[in-house]
């Protein structure tokens, strides 16, 4: 029995499907099958239901897979215990937002990569929140506030973020002062976002009225550029915009307070070397403040 055969079984069964288990992976769906069925042969169980609508696993199938998923990964941990110094190999599985990964967070990787040639490295950019377990991530880097959960979350550095809008906007509907008057302007938003402000040595919460919503802060940025509304947004995003002018901060007197970068791992022990060190590598780079200084305050999801 193979313990490729055991890995590839584990993402089947996590995945729901040979389809979905080939893409994780990297391979195809007929190798897939064959290792599939020679472990099958080799139990002499059947370990999936195989129906139109898919795969299910057997009950042989549910009681062999946590222990497929236990021997993979203490074999990973010797083979990572046993390594020379420094030395990563295997597959890592990311997911990293769509409005950040590709530039900030891709070149991360792809150092980690060039250090590292015997790492496979596989990366999913989305603004929706994965799941890590079902889905077979090792980790996902996540902006904001992390509510409570069974994942283990680090945070390896700041954001900051600005209240902006348009000056077409601005000279058509003026701009909020403090943070009651949001309220009486169309903004561009997340759906069912709050929005907080630092006054004083107190954090003011308002929810907005939105009139553009979208669940990617690309598409926000282009709304308030056009001049939709004001806007709620992570500095690094518009901090061009604002150079050029083409945005303007506004209510700078309430500024929000910094949200956190996070590296977020499923629950265990011990996060393996390979999560460890891209923490360490996002930790070297974002570790200082994220563009602006700031007091520090809340985490915020953008």
Known sequence: MEIED??????????????????????????????????????????FARTTRGIALTEAGATFRDYAAKTSAELDLVRETILPAGELRGRMR????????????????SQMASRHPQLQILSSYTDRFVDLVGEG??????????????????????????????????????????????????????DAEVWQFIDGDKIVTVRPQGRFIADNAMSLVAAALDGLGVAYLPEPLVADHISSGALVPIMTCHPIP??????????????????????E???????????????PATDKIF
């Open 94 to 109: 990311v997911a990293a937002p769509l409005s950040f990964g590709p530039t900030y967070f891709a070149p991360i990787l």
């Open 258 to 279: 910094p949200a956190g970068i996070f590296v977020v791992r499923p629950p265990g022990q011990y996060p393996s070397r390979k999560v460890r060190t891209l923490t």
């Open 281 to 295: 590598m996002l930790v070297e780079r974002f570790g200082t403040p994220f563009v602006s200084e700031g007091k």
């Open 6 to 47: 055991l890995r590839i079984f584990v993402e089947v069964a996590d995945a729901g499907g040979v389809s979905s288990a080939a893409l994780r992976l990297g391979i195809s769906k007929s190798m897939v099958s064959r290792r599939i069925t020679r472990l099958e042969d080799q139990l002499g169980a059947q370990l």
């Open 137 to 190: 991530f090792d980790c996902a880097i996540r902006l904001g506030h992390l509510s409570d959960s069974s994942l283990v979350a680090r945070r390896v550095g700041p954001i900051f973020g600005k209240l902006v809008a348009s000056p077409a906007y601005i000279e058509a509907h003026g701009a909020p002062e403090t943070p009651d008057e949001i309220v009486k302007h169309p903004v561009v938003m997340r």
